[in-house]
């Protein structure tokens, strides 16, 4: 498809105008909240928590998923503004390196390989099990270090993190990775991502937040390490590959196109809710992969599911524009507030069915999506977003501004993505 084809071109005022409120979004709304209020200048690192109503909570334990998706959205934001005429993106890079020595020195288990699930807030280790959404993200936050500085202790790490998953969380009967094991890499009895999850050993989410990082270890370039990125024989690369196989015949429901959401070691389906946000983010990051993986054969199988996948996700979507949480096919639940997280993968999944296949109704989508959140999601006094919006149009103060779970990933994310693609599609 051509760059700057017609439709492009007529669409090409609305992307400069999203792509300048995206830019704005992130640099003055979103990192600029947390290097001015969530660095912890005393003990070092970020504090762990800021409740709903602003309060930040200075000894609150600190997680992994919060370090390590801090440390990949600095690393993104620096590599991509570093690389552009808009900013340096120094201090971003700076704070991606503390972020980057603090996981080094607290969280990464030295005696058993792997990183803890959480230290404390003087960073003694906490919870030690070792969950592979974690080993994951770390993978994740390491990886795009290294892809942003060529810093090759940050690529070893990323590659050790990932033998870990494969030595550890992969199932050679039936295939797949298992929720978690003990410290020691031993079975544990409660696997569960959250208290909110269902306690079964695998899940697609998980199967998500690795396929996620092993395609971001495929874009690193050539070291002598080895390379992540020998060809197709290289073992990142068969890992893809296998985990894109594993989304289409296993996780995927043929009939419905929404993903299943939790799994027997035999993939008996454990699960009927369906989960619009994990569907419109898995459309995105499957494509991703099969592109990083460079296997036409395989993207051209990719493709007919992404977008089964993301029209499958339209059901969530509302006639404001935002798309809700979950819900039961036979709509006995539905959970219809408007997580800050699932807009974010919304506005990029749709963005990517415009960009690679043309849909003009899916930047339409996107573009309603975005306005959504411009509208109720922004906190435009403290910065970040709202945790979600309830479905009676209040804003959620319940949950944490941010914290363990609340991160500037999904968002900062989104607004990397929009930066990139539109510049891909038509030039700053």
């Given at each position: ?73 600095l ?51 906490l ?134 959401l ?47 996948v ?73 910065g ?15 949950d944490?501004?941010?914290?363990f779970?609340?991160?500037?990933y999904h ?18």
């Amino acid at each position: 498809m051509a760059v700057k084809s017609p439709l492009f071109l007529a669409n090409k005022a609305s992307l400069h105008v999203l792509r300048r409120e995206a830019q704005e979004c992130l640099t003055q709304n979103i990192l600029p909240f947390w290097l001015d209020n969530m660095l912890d200048h005393e003990r070092g690192g970020w504090y762990g928590q800021m409740t709903g109503d602003g309060i930040i909570v200075k000894d609150a334990p600190r997680g992994a998923i919060l370090y390590a998706r801090l440390l990949w959205t600095l690393s993104a934001a620096y590599r991509v503004f570093s690389s552009s005429s808009d900013a340096s993106g120094a201090e971003y890079l700076e704070a991606a390196t503390k972020t980057k020595d603090y996981i080094l020195a607290h969280f990464v288990d030295r005696e058993y390989g792997g990183t803890y699930w959480s230290v404390t807030a003087d960073g003694e280790p906490l919870d030690t099990k070792k969950q592979f959404y974690a080993q994951g993200f770390m993978l994740y936050g390491f990886s795009e270090y290294a892809r942003a500085t060529g810093d090759e202790e940050a690529l070893e790490i990323a590659l050790q993190l990932f033998n870990v998953i494969e030595r550890h969380g992969w199932d050679s009967e039936h295939g797949g990775y298992i929720e978690a094991c003990t410290r020691d890499w031993q079975p544990i009895a409660d696997m569960r991502l959250s208290a909110k999850d269902e306690n079964f050993p695998k899940s697609q989410n998980t199967h998500l937040h690795i396929i996620e990082p092993y395609t971001n270890l495929l874009k690193n370039g050539p070291t002598p390490n080895p390379s992540p990125r020998e060809g197709k024989s290289s073992p990142v690369a068969k890992a893809v590959s296998r985990l894109i196989s594993l989304f289409t015949h296993r996780i995927l429901n043929p009939e419905t196109h929404h993903l299943e959401l939790f799994f027997d070691m035999d993939w008996t389906r454990k699960s009927t809710t369906e989960s619009y946000g994990h569907d419109i983010e898995c459309s995105w990051l499957l494509h991703e992969a099969a592109l990083a993986l460079g296997d036409k054969a395989i993207l051209n199988k990719v493709e007919p599911v992404v977008k089964e996948v993301a029209a499958a996700s339209e059901k969530g979507l509302q006639p404001d524009g935002s798309m809700i949480y979950e819900g039961e096919p036979d709509g006995s639940h539905f959970d219809r507030d408007r997580h800050w997280w699932v807009q974010a993968e919304a506005v990029v999944g749709f963005f990517n069915l415009y960009q690679h296949f043309c849909d003009e109704t899916a930047l339409n989508k996107a573009w309603r999506l975005w306005q959504y959140i411009k509208d109720h999601l922004i906190d435009h006094e403290r910065g970040e977003w709202y945790w979600s919006i309830r479905e009676d149009g209040s804003v959620n103060l319940d949950d944490d501004h941010a914290g363990f779970w609340k991160c500037p990933y999904h968002n900062g994310r989104m607004c990397l993505e929009l930066i990139e693609r539109i510049d891909t599609m038509i030039g700053s």
